[in-house]
């Protein structure tokens, strides 16, 4: 069974600041991975998606996750802030050789950015 | 090129109602997914329709059920609406079981009173 745990379900930084955010994921197969963003009353928009290529993925916005197998995280990242980044970023999974099935989502993680 | 769209927006229905949500996909897709998303939680996966079937099926009661249209539309009914059953629902469409990502409607709020 696929699970996704987001450590850490407030982040809050600075304008200009480095974004880290954290997930793991828990897969009996190799994993497609997402992170996808939800600003207020919007539905979710994909960042980025990785599906078994290159371990460093890069997506809209400047947002970027790395993909390790052996400590079983894809944590998202962006090396400067701003105030529209801020928004609820969820992490997902899917098992690969069921692509395109279900997502089993993280509880999402609300980053706030202050000026 | 038109997203995923969904009607309606906002629904208000009482307890032991019914409701019908519906949903277009993207241009070129031709599976569709539909999740709850609950307050200040993630979306969890209802079901997932393809070639007008259901294609598999998260953990929900029967009260939950779909269809799928020729044109790749689908709904979502829910009978004997439950309190907790006020959410987002969302429609995700993507095309076919490759790699390619799920992209997501903006939702439909259901508020049971």
């Known amino acids: 069974a696929q699970s996704v745990t987001q450590l850490g379900s407030h982040v809050s930084v600075s304008e200009g600041a480095l974004v880290l955010l954290r997930c793991n994921y828990s897969?009996?197969?190799?994993?497609?991975l997402f992170w996808y963003v939800q600003y207020p009353n919007q539905g979710l928009q994909l960042l980025l998606k990785?599906?078994?290529?290159?371990?460093l993925v890069k997506g809209i916005n400047g947002f970027e996750a790395e993909f390790k197998k052996s400590e079983t995280s894809f944590h998202l990242t962006k090396p400067s802030a701003h105030m529209s980044d801020a928004a609820e970023y969820f992490c997902?999974?899917?098992?690969?050789?069921?692509?395109?099935?279900?997502?089993?989502f993280g509880k999402g993680t609300t980053l706030s950015v202050s000026s | 090129d038109a997203g995923v769209t969904q009607s309606p927006t906002h629904l208000i229905k009482t307890r032991g109602q019914q409701v019908t949500l519906r949903c277009s996909p993207k241009?070129?897709?031709?599976?569709v997914s539909w999740y709850q998303q609950a307050l200040g939680q993630g979306p969890q996966f209802i079901f997932q329709?393809?070639?007008?079937?259901?294609?598999q099926r998260g953990n929900f009661p029967d009260r939950f059920s779909g269809h799928q249209f020729p044109n790749y539309s689908s709904e979502l009914n829910v009978n004997a609406l439950l309190l907790g059953d006020s959410a987002l629902y969302l429609c995700?469409?993507?095309f076919g079981q490759g790699d390619q990502p799920q992209h997501f409607g903006d939702g439909t709020r259901l508020s049971i009173l």
């Open positions: 995700a469409s993507t």
């Open positions: 897969s009996s197969v190799p994993p497609y």
């Open positions: 990785y599906t078994s290529a290159a371990t």
């Open positions: 997902a999974v899917t098992p690969s050789n069921q692509a395109g099935t279900a997502l089993i």
């Open positions: 241009s070129g897709h031709d599976t």
């Open positions: 329709y393809y070639e007008e079937e259901e294609r």
